[in-house]
Nanobody
Framework: QVQLVESGGGLVQAGGSLRLSCAAS?????IGWFRQAPGKEREFVAR????????YYEDSVKGRFTISRDNAKNTVSLQMNSLKPEDTAVYYCAAKLTPKGTYSTQYDYWGQGTQVTVSS
């Protein structure tokens, strides 16, 4: 059984930073971050593999967000810098048993989400 728990969300001013954390239990291969704003589809943000640490980012967050993992602690972090109001969303941690994927349907397990609100 795989369980994921997100933390670190909150309210921040535009230009500020937040660091999200995903604590994972059970065997997974890749961890992805997705986000969903009100009235919008859930969209891919970033993903990382546990083994090689291969990363992939959505274009809109490149240079601002950094995904990383701590294998010993079984956690994945999403460092978010230069936040914009359009980054406001519920952020979800998701896991899959294969290395790659940018579609939500490719992920097998999901956390409950953590709210990120960026004010102007």
């Amino acid at each position: 059984q795989v369980q994921l728990v997100e933390s670190g969300g909150g309210l921040v001013q535009a230009g500020g930073s937040l660091r999200l954390s995903c604590a994972a239990s059970g065997r997974t291969v890749s961890i992805g971050w997705f986000r969903q704003a009100p009235g919008k589809e859930r969209e891919f943000v970033a993903r990382i593999t546990w083994n090689g640490g291969s990363t992939y980012y959505e274009d809109s967050v490149k240079g601002r967000f950094t995904i990383s993992r701590d294998n010993a602690k079984n956690t994945v972090s999403l460092q978010m810098n230069s936040l914009k109001p359009e980054d406001t969303a519920v952020y979800y941690c998701a896991a899959k048993l294969t290395p790659k994927g940018t579609y939500s349907t490719q992920y097998d397990y999901w956390g409950q989400g953590t709210q990120v609100t960026v004010s102007s």
